[in-house]
T-cell receptor, first 114, second 115 residues
Framework: GAGVSQSPSNKVTEKGKDVELRCDPISGHTALYWYRQRLGQGLEFLIY????????KSGLPSDRFSAERTGESVSTLTIQRTQQEDSAVYLC????????????FGDGTRLSIL | QQQVKQSPQSLIVQKGGISIINCAYENTAFDYFPWYQQFPGKGPALLIA?????SEKKEGRFTISFNKSAKQFSLHIMDSQPGDSATYFCAASPVGSSNTGKLIFGQGTTLQVKP
């Protein structure tokens, strides 16, 4: 596709459930990033992929959060046993290669935990 | 630990006026400074970016001013228009193949341009 695609665009789930968020980066982009944006706040870095390896997971807030990437394409962010504080917009971005800018963002998944 | 501080949190400007948003950073390893524009329900979109080897960059009505010694940079929007009403984020990152390129964002500024 022409841009970064994320699905679902909205997700409402009950506390304690697991959720999976999907990101399709721009074709040919080897670098992929996940960020979290809480209401009215800036973006917080979660995890970085180069190809299908994740050399920087330093932003993952707890062991309930995990992510994987298939080759140089789709990535999924999984949140287990969701808590209300996980409510946020989860944004994915991709760039051409490691260290390259700019990053191109998807429109995010708005996650609401009831 | 917040490494990029952005101000003001919100800004109201009359149509045709100048909007100014400021950011300060702490990490001297940063050498790429973008500004992103975000409309409600959309992801951030790159507006303009600067490297520290220049003190100013202009693209249309948008200008970044950069002060390396003060570790500050700012976005100026000239002739502000109602369509510029959005949230603006500054960010910073070290670049180069040895770095991940992750962006450290400011807290955002909500700009409202009144007709």
């Amino acid at each position: 596709g022409a841009g970064v695609s994320q699905s679902p665009s909205n997700k409402v789930t009950e506390k304690g459930k697991d959720v999976e968020l999907r990101c399709d980066p721009i074709s040919g982009h080897t670098a992929l990033y996940w960020y979290r944006q809480r209401l009215g706040q800036g973006l917080e870095f979660l995890i970085y992929f180069q190809g299908n390896s994740a050399p920087d997971k330093s932003g993952l807030p707890s062991d309930r959060f995990s992510a994987e990437r298939t080759g140089e394409s789709v990535s999924t962010l999984t949140i287990q046993r969701t808590q209300q504080e996980d409510s946020a917009v989860y944004l994915c971005a991709s760039s051409l290669r490691q260290g390259a800018q700019p990053q191109h963002f998807g429109d995010g998944t708005r996650l609401s935990i009831l | 630990q917040q490494q990029v501080k952005q101000s003001p949190q919100s800004l109201i400007v009359q149509k045709g006026g100048i909007s100014i948003i400021n950011c300060a950073y702490e990490n001297t390893a940063f050498d790429y400074f973008p500004w992103y524009q975000q409309f409600p329900g959309k992801g951030p979109a790159l507006l303009i970016a600067i490297r520290p080897d220049v003190s100013e960059k202009k693209e249309g009505r948008f200008t970044i001013s950069f002060n390396k010694s003060a570790k500050q940079f700012s976005l100026h929007i000239m002739d502000s228009q109602p369509g510029d009403s959005a949230t603006y984020f500054c960010a910073a990152s070290p670049v180069g193949s040895s770095n991940t390129g992750k962006l450290i964002f400011g807290q955002g500024t909500t700009l409202q341009v009144k007709p």
